[in-house]
């Protein structure tokens, strides 16, 4: 096992249930490995815990390999048997549990949505300290992510602290409140929690009802750090708007809750550098972006006669948070206006799923739009690529991270004014921002009259003024979207944090 930490660095372990590439569903998935590089950049020992999915992208994971080591964890009464792996992940250290248990947990084909993922989850989050606890651990962090992996802050104080894996302070980032893995009370049982202790209003009991927990509740309540991803949205939660039921909870711990802007991976998403397009470019030299222009207009089959038309992308999951009516609405739109439009997005919702099946038969031929709903990692780079503009017209958003990725490529998003959008697209209409920080279209409202204000801006910009597009396409491209910033804040909370453990130990 890797040791733990002896340098002047933190000793930080991430648990949790996506990490990019190699077990990505959204954004999670992104900011776990961005994040946990950045950190490690900076000198800290970073270890990662992630189940071990049936379903990984295993070409991305080098080294891989069984300890021989059996960590055994309790789930319903009895004693599991689990596997450990060890792998290395994008240069970091990845722990993988294999749980030999008869319901063969990460064993589906899929990352979530299971009928028993409550259970998938909880029993995941218990074998991950207890790995921790038995191979000897003593990391300065524990750092958890959503509610999958929430439990993790209740069973350390409740039950592992007490068994000595007692050195770290929790640190739980929220990355989006609408999930919250509420179940019935009796289930928490299952990873050794105890009801009785939690199911309090001021501890993990739902809102709804005082027979349901809340996992994200309990994480908020049990940790000592609780981050979510910007600013904006760390405010909007606060709110019975935006708090999806936690607005008390939030407010109630509001003094050791912040929100920090997520950064993107900028070695991986690098224009400049990118495998994943036929031609590479960069700020100085837009050549490239222009031939990936009409490269993905020939493979999906759209009109290239004429190369001053412009591509608006969008790349999503399609779920009502994404504001799925202004998607829909902004394919006829960028018709009506002379523009094509591409949309690579999956659904989880069959109604939604749906729906955009019938548009994209609708469009399937047509020489300027194309709907292609599944996930593909390497049509979103192209996608990102080819693009002019980019819409992101979002209800609510955490922190998005596609209009970052859309600037680094050169497209300029087109976003409604919520949560981290608030915090990274700012209108080049507007005098109150300086020039220099304005980079794309926002809108307010979240209804069709409000987008059509700002993406009917954009084409005339586009269409009119060429030279001054040009300049944009340049500044957005030169934003420092990279994670240091804010990779920098978390260090801080962590080191904080950890000082004031460490001079409680010494006072007591
Ligand atoms: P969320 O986490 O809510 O899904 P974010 O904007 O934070 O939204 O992150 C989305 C990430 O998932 C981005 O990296 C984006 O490129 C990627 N993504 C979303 N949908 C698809 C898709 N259908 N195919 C490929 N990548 C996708």
Redesign the pocket.
Known sequence: LTSSSSGPGLHVIHIAAEMAPVA?????G?VLSALSKALQKKGHLVEIVLPKYDCMQYESIQNLRVLDIVVESYFDGQLFKNKIWIGTVEGLPVYFIEPLHPAKFFWRGKTYGEPDDLKRFSYFSRAALELLHQAGKKPDIIHCHDWQTAFVAPLYWDLYAPKGLNSARICFTC??FEYQGTAPASEIASCGLDIHHLNRPDRMQDHSSPDRINPVKGAIVFSNIVTTVSPTYAQEVRTSQGGQGLQATINAHAQKFVGIL?GIDTDYWNPATDGYLRFQYNANDLEGKAENKKALQRHLGLSVSDSRRPLVGC???LVP??GVHLIRHAIYRALELGGQFVL???SPVPNIRREFEEIAKKFENHEHVRLIL????A??HSIYASSDMFIIPSIF??????QM?AMRYGAIPIARKTGGLNDSVFDVDDDTIPVQLRNGYTFVAPDEQAFNGAFDRAFNHYMNDNESWQELINRVMSIDFSWDTSASQYEELYVQSVSRARAARRAA
């Open positions: 990505k569903v959204g954004g999670l992104d990355h989006n997520n790349i999503t999951r948070q994404k690579l997005g999956s599944k996930y593909d990692e049509l979103s958003e955490p922190c998005g991270l596609t990725i």
